[in-house]
Each structure stands twice: as C-alpha cells, then as structure tokens.
C-alpha cells in the first residue's frame, strides 16, 4: 500500500453545493436526483472515503511508531552484545595477564605496616628522604641494600673514596659523587617483586 503523505484528519468536505461543482452534481440530476439529494450523496461519498482514510493513516502512525521502537530495541540489543563482548575480552585480557603477571594481583591486605626491624639502605638514600626529597624505590630493594651493606664505609658525605682512572692511576674523589649512577634502576624499570620488595620498606622509612 503507498504511504499516505497528508493527515486525512486535516481536510475539509468540500462545498458541493456551491457553483464550482456543479459539473460533478449534474450526472446525478440528470438521473432524476434532486440537487439536494446530489449534494448529500457526493457529501457521504467523501466523507466515507475521507474515514478510511484516517484509519489507514491511524495504521500507518501505529506501524511507524512499532519500526521506530523496535529499532530503539534492536539498536539497544547490540549495544547490549557489543558490551558484554568487550566485558569477554577484557576478562580473558586479565587472565593472561594474571597468569604472566602473579605478583601485580597478589592482594594487599589492609593493616599497618609490619612491625620489623627496620633497614638501612644507603646514606645517600636516607639523607634525601630525611629532607622530604624523591628516593629512587632502587634503594630499597634487596639489590640496592646489598650495594648499601658494600659501601657502609663511605656513607658520610665528607669521606674521601679511591677512583681507578682510565690510565691505570688513581686519585681521591669525594665518596658522594663515587656511586654509579648506572647501577640505579628507575622506578619505572623496577620488576614487580623488587617493587613488592622496596614499596614496603619505603613506607616503613617515611
């Protein structure tokens, strides 16, 4: 059925009893009608095409509005899937990654921090710390307190240390500037155990 373009309910019987359509009205006095009589039967003919008309176009709203809602429902029914496939993929994303990464989930309980003896990382490390300065976490991991128990002997800022130079002789440096800054690892390069190790020693410090 085409699609009707104009709401029925807007039109207006016309006048078939004025001038303009007389033409129509004459057929049916020829055939012994009345003028009367001509008008009322071309007046019930439009207005009975007139009511089917409303009804079809009543039908046609009904069905746009139904296209309409089941196009909200099916677009709402992908939106729906979309999720719960992405939801599918990001947990299968964290299994794997659970399974490379078992120490990222290990689970922190929520209590103080332990009560134990507390470490000495380097002198370096602590005078910084000391002054409210960033702290590399290298410190605290069981590689940098080794490297601090190694050179407990030349904490103190002021103390001298013996350097090889590239010649094959040697001289004193202030033992500050002796550390390699090579041997520092960066936060952001920091495995995650020697992170589980140093972030609670770093607290402890604090």
Known sequence: MARILLDPNTLECPDYASEAYAAIRQPFIAGAMTDEQAVALLVNSWTFGNNADKAAWQAQLDEDVAAAEERVHLAAEAEAQRKEAAQLDAEQVQKEDMKKNRGKY?????????????????????????????????????????????????????????????????????????????????????????????????????
């Not at 307190?145 to 800022?157: F, K, P, Q």
């Open 106 to 206: 290990v689970a922190i309980p929520l209590c103080p921090p332990p009560k134990r003896e507390h470490v000495l990382p380097a002198g370096y490390a602590t005078r910084k710390m000391d002054k409210g300065l960033y702290v590399e976490l290298h410190y605290y991991t069981d590689r940098g307190l080794d490297e601090a128990r190694a050179t407990v002997g030349i904490a103190d800022s002021e103390a001298m240390a013996m350097r090889q130079n590239e010649d094959g002789t040697t001289s004193w440096i202030p033992a500050g500037s002796a550390r390699d800054a090579k041997t520092i690892v960066e936060d952001k390069d920091l495995r995650w155990e020697q992170l589980l190790e140093a972030i609670p020693r770093a607290i402890v410090a604090m």
